[in-house]
């Protein structure tokens, strides 16, 4: 069994971590937008991290669940409900078959995660689930979920005997607290780019406030605010990019390099988002203001160390919570 879109939403996809190894051939990494929401979600059902996750956007999917089944939501807050009762963010709840999980408004973020104990049946891609949109591979048949998509679940070893048609939801007892990996979240640290000597005055104008326009996406969030100015002509063969990278267009706007993001490109790179806060840049939506804070690479380094130091006892905690409800 399985679940079923009787509403897709504006996009909805199978993510991992990403496609890693494969950007001599052209082809990005991919992966969820939101790393740290991905892990979580994964963690709370206690599977495996390499296991797929959906990720849906604002308008996000109804979706009929068509077998009992444990399932978490972490990420954007979209007030999460089940045939009209609200249902915890950032817990593992009981669903059973037949119920309706769909989502209100939005709270807070871009991006929200949908995991189920065992994992979603998909074939992997060159070594993983993620969905290439452009390529039209990976995930789902490679492409964003529509309405009457059926996607299979792999076994799961949970039941739930307490669930009875009175009590047709049940949450566990134990909630992860992400709010430390979203603090200032509006708020990016980056270091500097190889061409930000380049940048007239470029300490300064990159604390400015940048808005975010309406046609960003996966693949790069464009930035509106006062134009970036060389102080003198650059001319660069096209080099290789990552997540994060800030590139510098002729017209003096910055856009940041999202997940979907090409392999290279030929505009100068002025900063890079540092790694720590990738969930933070996955989470940004379109008319929010965003800030830069410029950092050296040891705070980058160590802002990423103790992240996933904080991560690793979290989902470690929560795969101790599974194993010993599954033995109750």
């Not at 296991?51 to 972490?74: G, M, N, R, Y």
């Not at 410029?294 to 160590?302: C, D, K, M, P, T």
């Amino acid at each position: 069994m399985s679940i079923l879109i009787i509403k897709p939403g504006i996009l909805d996809s199978f993510q991992d971590l990403g496609r890693f190894g494969y950007s001599h051939w052209g082809i990005n990494p991919g992966g969820a937008a939101d790393p740290i929401a991905f892990q979580l979600a994964n963690a709370l059902v206690g599977n495996p991290q390499e296991a797929a996750v959906l990720e849906c956007h604002f308008p996000a999917p109804q979706i009929l669940i068509e077998k009992d089944c444990l399932i978490s939501i972490t990420g954007a807050n979209f007030t999460p409900n089940v045939d009209g009762t609200p249902i915890s963010m950032n817990k593992p709840v009981f669903l059973r078959a037949r119920q309706v999980l769909h989502f209100e408004s939005p709270v807070f973020g871009a991006r929200t995660y949908v995991a189920v104990h065992g994992g979603f049946k998909l074939e992997k891609w060159l070594d993983s689930y993620s969905t290439l949109l452009k390529a039209k591979v990976g995930g789902f048949q490679g492409r964003s979920l529509v309405k009457m998509d059926r996607i299979e679940f792999k076994e799961s070893v949970l039941k739930c005997p307490e669930m009875d048609c009175h009590h047709p939801i049940k949450e566990l007892a134990w909630k992860v607290d992400d709010v430390s990996f979203y603090k200032e979240s509006n708020v990016l640290s980056i270091v500097a780019g190889r061409e930000a000597n380049k940048v007239l005055d470029f300490q300064t104008k990159i604390s400015q406030p940048y808005k975010i326009k309406t046609n960003s996406d996966r693949m790069a969030l464009n930035l509106e605010g006062d134009a970036l100015q060389l102080t003198e002509p650059v001319e660069m063969l096209s080099t290789g990019v990552q997540r994060g990278t800030l590139q510098l267009l002729p017209s003096g706007a910055l856009l940041i390099l999202n997940a979907d993001h090409q392999t290279t490109g030929g505009y100068p790179r002025v900063g890079h988002v540092i790694k720590a806060h990738w969930n933070k840049l996955g989470q940004i939506t379109p008319r929010s203001t965003l800030h830069f804070k410029l950092v050296s690479l040891y705070e980058a380094e160590n802002s990423y160390i103790e992240q996933q130091k904080e991560l690793k006892g979290i989902v470690d905690q929560c795969i101790e919570r599974i194993n010993q409800w599954i033995k109750k």
